[in-house]
């Protein structure tokens, strides 16, 4: 059989098996790709060293700054569906640096968004949004992961116009170099929990980078002790006075997440179909056989299921429909069959996937953060199955 079609120029190349983008606008579609020239340009190249290295890439912060894409829905009015499509393409290109967006756009500036007073957006905003100001999450303890709900151990005490945090954190991102932190505490006076900003050049406040990691080896996760900060009362985050209010933040931020899912099985798919396409046994390209087109097209039918499964999502988020149970199906949904995606990806690459320098190794490592973090599968399946049943499976 004869291989003569040009396998770059075939109208799937790009993954979008479904079309998916038509339904952004035509502003839109212009604003995706100009995020993809720019990931292109600036972040694929040095991706796998930073990895590799353990570091993070600084320079690239007023490259992310000048870019504008910081709060898309609340602050520059694009749809949910756009936003979602972004935070896959940072995936796609590296989830590393999707993370580190994730955690100053998502859960730091959305911690601000919707639990600040108005006065306190005023004030501390425009230099988050500009990235003059780098923000981290703190909620995850080192006891405390999915149950954090309830057994939240870092404590707050109102003291005079102040509050005192003790306690600490765990897996904190850009938490070694952040100017900023929101710390979510236990109210030693009525058990609630609190949001607080805090500064982190505050006497005692400290971040520890966590080493030895095998995902997200760009993302600097770090361990935080709070020993006897004080913190002014008007950076009491107004509206932060229970875990009530902490997951009106995760609802939005675990919908990204699974976003994040799709971008890593659309990574996945691009370089395995560059690889058999490209690579040759027995006189002829991988591609050519029956086994690995079974492959290619499970990995891409992942792929799209999830993303329509993310696209539902974020028409739900447009018209303000959309709940932690939607938010917990997506997770849960796109993160499996990424799992199964990338493991596919890896196993279609033999010997070279397990080489970070021919991509893959590094997509099918960071795959298991995303699987975990942002509620585990476990957690997520009873979320749904509590809406589903009205009965809740939680101890």
């Known amino acids: 059989m004869a291989h003569d079609v040009d396998p770059t120029n075939l109208p799937y ?3 979008d098996f479904l079309h998916f983008e038509d339904l952004l606008s035509a502003q839109e579609r212009v604003r995706l790709k100009e995020v993809r020239e720019f990931l292109d340009a600036e972040v694929r190249p040095i991706a796998r060293d930073a990895w590799n290295a353990a570091e993070f890439p600084h320079h690239l912060i007023p490259k992310l700054a000048e870019l504008d894409i910081v709060s898309p829905v609340r602050r520059l009015g694009y749809s949910p569906l756009l936003a979602g499509f972004i935070h896959a393409e940072f995936t ?22 919707l639990l600040a007073s108005e006065e306190q957006k005023q004030a501390w905003l425009p230099d988050i949004y500009a990235m003059k100001k780098i923000g981290a999450f703190g909620l995850t303890e080192p006891l405390g992961g999915s ?17 005192v945090l003790n306690g600490e954190k765990r897996w904190i991102g850009n938490a070694t170099f952040s100017d900023w932190v929101v ?28 080493e030895n990691k095998i995902s ?33 933040v995760l609802r939005s931020t675990r919908i990204g997440v699974a976003w994040q899912a799709v971008g890593q099985q659309m990574a996945a798919f691009d370089v395995a179909r560059k690889h058999v396409v490209e690579r040759h046994q027995f006189g002829q390209p991988l591609a050519a056989n029956q086994m690995v087109q079974d ?3 499970t990995m891409l039918g992942n792929a799209m299921a999830s993303m329509g499964l993310l696209v539902r ?18 997770k849960t949904f796109a993160s499996a069959r990424m799992r199964e995606t990338v493991a596919m990806g890896r196993s279609l690459l033999g010997g070279n996937g397990i080489v970070v320098d021919f991509e893959m190794a590094k997509i099918f490592a960071d795959a298991e953060a995303i699987y ?24």
């Open 372 to 395: 975990t973090y942002e509620g585990t599968q476990e957690i997520n399946k009873l979320i749904t199955g509590r809406s589903v049943t009205g009965i809740s499976a939680f101890v």
């Open 92 to 113: 796609r290109a590296d989830t590393s640096i999707a993370t580190f967006m994730g955690v100053h756009d998502g859960l730091f500036t959305g911690s601000i968004e």
């Open 216 to 248: 997200l080896r760009t993302v600097q996760n770090a361990d935080i002790t709070l020993a006897n900060v004080v913190v002014p009362d008007e950076f009491h985050l107004a509206h932060g006075n229970s875990f009530r209010d902490t997951n009106k």
């Open 313 to 330: 999502v974020a028409q739900l988020e447009a018209n303000d429909q959309a709940t932690e149970e939607h938010a917990a199906l997506a």
């Open 183 to 210: 710390i979510y505490a236990r109210d030693v006076a009525d058990d609630k929990v609190k949001a607080f900003l805090v500064d982190t050049s505050r006497p005692g406040y400290s971040a520890t980078k966590i």
């Open 13 to 15: 190349a790009d993954g």
């Open 295 to 297: 492959q290619l097209a």
């Open 147 to 163: 149950d954090v709900a309830g057994g939240t151990r870092t404590t707050a005490e109102r003291q005079g116009d102040s509050w």
